[in-house]
């Protein structure tokens, strides 16, 4: 209700009401009212309420009377009139109102914004629930006959078999970046179906010690205890004596047997005396048939592929032409194939497209396979029976990867360098690809995998993993 202010004015000067007849007195037709005081008229005026309960039942032409008029000792006295005058409300200034509206939007955003983000947990947690609440009400896998194949059980001696070491492990093209670092090398690789691990050895003495430097080499661990001796026992056990078994040589995975282990040794010391003790220290694998090897005419394959690389003398490896069962890891950079796409195939003016630097990529050393390699050797020299991998270093052949994007010409070098790989009958591996933003490096992956690399070169291996490599069956992953 709107504020008011009262104004008091006062009425015209009356003639004084006449003195009763005493006839009228009488009989009763008037009686004298008492006087009221003045403060009391204030106080009635001030008061609002006072005034529309007297004004209700006040006479027309008189104030605070009744219908008639009354007497006092005051023949004379002035009448007032009280009037109410609302007084207008300021109205807000526009600063004013547009300052309460930005107040009343944030108020409602700091209420919405949590109900809404609340919300949609709900609904993600009921979908969840909605697609694997089954798991919590259905009994597990595990629990079911939980003694089954222990003595004296159901199934005594028929729960396992003798090649469970690798049992529902699905092997995927993804090479264990120097393995050696794992909590567990080799087996954690081969844990997560890992077709490939790296071994970092230094010839010391007389024996072989794997480590990222000399300062962390220790006397246990060798070349021997940590790949060599294990691969022998995994695959003894994945081809045992029995009256079942066949003359193949099974490789290391029970899921896929045919598929090989690619064990890449990364020579650090001097090329030619490490190259010559690697090669002793193989013996155990070769003499039981389990390393792929090149026959003088085709390449046979094992359940171990050694590849080498670092200071690995090329041609210490390809010197013998009947039998050799270390391949090379070859320079990618080398292997650059142009596109066979032409301005002329596309029939298009060079001076009105920028198509014409579609071939200007010079291959570079980009850190690979150059250190064992003589300086004349032609890329002709890298095929499928002298090498394996066909690597290099993804940050100085390709470049950094700015706002998270290749540019065409990084896609332009990957696309050719992985079309020569594939003409040679080799599998390009890049290394030192983005590890951070895990967005980043996990769309370099796809990138990589669609564009038809060979092998995935991967130290967060977990990762990797999740991944869906099996569409690569029946392309590239042999």
């Known amino acids: 209700m709107a504020p008011s202010v009262l104004e008091i004015t006062p009425l015209p000067e009356q ?74 409300e300021p109205g807000p200034t526009p600063t004013l109102e547009k300052r309460h509206r930005v107040i009343a939007v944030i108020r409602l955003a700091c209420i919405l914004v949590p109900v809404t983000v609340l919300c949609l947990f709900g609904i993600l947690h009921i979908v969840s629930f909605a697609l694997n609440g089954h798991a919590l009400l259905l009994q597990d896998d595990l629990d079911f006959l939980p003694d089954w194949g222990h003595p004296g059980k159901i199934g005594a001696g028929l729960a396992h078999y003798p090649t469970d070491a690798t049992r529902d492990v699905m092997p995927i093209p993804v090479h264990s970046h120097n393995d050696y670092w794992r909590r567990i090398p080799l087996y954690e690789a081969l844990h997560y179906g890992c077709t490939g691990v790296e071994a970092d050895v230094w010839h010391v003495g007389d024996d072989l010690f794997v480590g990222h430097s000399t300062s962390a080499l220790t006397p246990n661990r060798t070349f021997r205890s940590l790949y060599v001796d294990p691969l022998i026992a995994l695959l003894d056990k994945q081809n045992p004596l029995t009256a079942f078994a066949d003359t193949k040589n099974h490789g290391v995975f029970d899921e896929e047997p045919d598929q090989t282990l690619v064990l890449l040794v990364d020579l650090k010391t001097d090329g030619p005396t490490t190259f010559q003790k690697v090669q002793e220290q193989l013996e155990g694998l070769r003499s039981k048939g389990y390393l792929t090897y090149f026959n003088g005419t085709h390449t046979v394959p094992g359940a171990i592929t050694v590849v080498g690389t670092g200071n690995t003398p090329f041609d210490l490896l390809t010197a013998n032409t009947t039998y050799r069962d270390i391949f090379y890891d070859a320079p990618l950079g080398m292997l650059y194939e142009p596109s066979p796409i032409t301005l002329t195939d596309l029939n298009v003016d060079p001076s009105l497209s920028n198509l014409a630097e579609i071939d200007d990529y010079h291959p570079s050393s980009a850190g690979q396979g150059k250190t064992g390699l003589p300086a004349d050797t032609p890329a002709s020299a890298f095929n499928a029976t002298t090498s394996y991998y066909a690597s290099l270093n993804f940050k100085r052949s390709v470049g950094r990867v700015w706002r998270g994007k290749l540019s065409e010409r990084q896609m332009k070098i990957i696309r050719g360098q992985i079309r020569g790989a594939k003409k040679a009958g080799l599998k ?51």
């Open 15 to 88: 003639t004084p009401p006449r003195e009763p007849s005493p006839a009228e007195v009488e009989d009763g037709y008037y009686q004298p009212i008492p006087s009221r005081r003045w403060y009391s008229l204030i106080l009635d005026i001030l008061d609002p309420m006072t005034l529309r309960q007297r004004s209700s039942h006040a006479h027309p032409h008189h104030i605070f009377t009744d219908e008639r008029p009354r007497t006092s000792l005051s023949a004379k006295k002035e009448q007032y009139v009280v009037t109410e005058t609302p007084i207008p």
């Open 428 to 478: 390009a591996r890049y290394w030192n690809t983005p590890k951070w933003p895990v967005s980043l490096r996990n769309h370099i992956w796809h990138i990589l995998v669609e564009e038809g690399v060979g092998m995935l070169n991967a130290d967060d291996l977990e990762g990797a993993a999740i991944e869906d490599w099996r569409r690569w069956k029946h392309e590239w992953y042999v």
